[in-house]
């Protein structure tokens, strides 16, 4: 059995926070990933240079060291020792929050392993905010990054999320952003609902929401909106409506067999499903017996 149990409270002193910076707009730093962006020792960032100029905005000077996905297993055992010093060390990506299709799940799952503290600092999510004002529904929903960037990979993907009832979320590049929709408004159908969330919290914000094969066309027809930061989100699949058809109908063979067991004797009840089935009739017998 595998149980860890970890709270800031009275640990040791180092640890790592994983900290949520904007996606855009600046002004969606929190107070609280600036301060503790100013107290931490070092700052893992996953483009130093880029991570530099947020903290010269927010008038921070610290030391920092990369962390990529080129580089990330080599500097998972230096944070580690790090961190067995007694320093504090704040992780931050490019933009929103670490490890949501961004560099970081390596890190925290081998500190977490070695026993070490790690806080979450939360902020930006692309994902999060897309949905938040899609009109679409939010009470489920499953994300999955971004689609493989081979057509007939994307394809394959798109194919098997087709009968899926949760809203879809998906990252996409610029350069792809058409082709996908294509996709999608293939795969999914012409008159399948979606919304593509474009610049969030920048100058050029855009939701388009509407039926596939109108957002395809809306995109096709104004090369602007084929510019920028793109969220795209599905509405779920349909529920099946249930079926009046009975040779159509899936049953719970054993909860049948459970309700008819006083009814009817335990052999000549075998014998009924084994004749309509190919179950063995000596199997369901002893199934029946072991039922309560
Ligand atoms: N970690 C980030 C987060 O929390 O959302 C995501 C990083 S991922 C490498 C970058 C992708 O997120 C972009 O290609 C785009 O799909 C989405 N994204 C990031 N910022 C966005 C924005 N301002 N508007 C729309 N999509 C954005």
């Known amino acids: 059995m595998f149980l860890q149990t970890s709270s800031a409270h009275d640990a040791p002193p ?6 949520a910076t904007p996606i855009g707009n600046l002004d969606d730093m929190t107070r609280r990933a600036v301060a503790i962006l100013a107290a931490v020792d070092v700052v893992a960032a996953e483009d130093t240079r880029h991570t530099q100029s947020l903290l010269s905005h927010f008038g921070l000077q610290k030391t920092l060291c990369s962390l990529h996905q080129h580089n990330e297993r080599a500097r998972v055992d230096y944070l580690k020792e790090l961190l067995a010093e007694g320093k504090t060390v704040a992780l931050v990506s490019d933009a929103g929050t670490p490890l949501i299709s961004d560099p970081g799940a390596t890190l925290v799952t081998e500190l977490r392993a070695a026993g070490h503290i790690v806080i979450p600092v939360p902020g930006a999510c692309a994902l999060i905010a897309a949905l938040s004002a899609s009109g679409l529904p939010t009470d489920r929903f499953i994300f999955e990054g971004f689609l493989p960037a081979k057509s007939s990979n994307r394809r394959a993907a798109l194919q098997k999320l087709v ?3 949760r809203t879809l979320v998906f990252y996409e590049a610029p350069h792809r952003i058409q082709d996908m929709m294509a996709d999608c408004a293939e795969i999914f159908g012409a008159d399948r609902e979606v919304c593509v969330g474009r610049e ?3 100058t050029f914000e855009t939701f388009i929401s509407g039926t596939a094969k ?3 066309d809306a995109i096709a027809a104004d090369h602007n909106q084929t510019r920028g930061e793109f969220v795209v989100m599905i509405k779920g699949a349909e529920a099946e409506a249930p079926s009046d058809d009975l040779s159509a109908a899936t049953i719970d063979l054993l ?3 459970g309700s008819l067991k006083s009814k009817i004797s335990p052999s000549d009840l075998a014998s009924a499903v084994a004749a309509a089935s190919p179950l063995k009739k000596r199997d369901i ?3 029946i017996l072991a039922l309560d």
């Open 255 to 257: 909860a049948l067999l």
């Open 163 to 165: 009968t899926e009832q």
């Open 285 to 287: 017998y002893k199934q």
């Open 200 to 202: 969030l919290t920048k």
């Open 214 to 216: 109108a957002v395809v």
């Open 14 to 19: 180092g640890r790592l926070y994983v900290v």
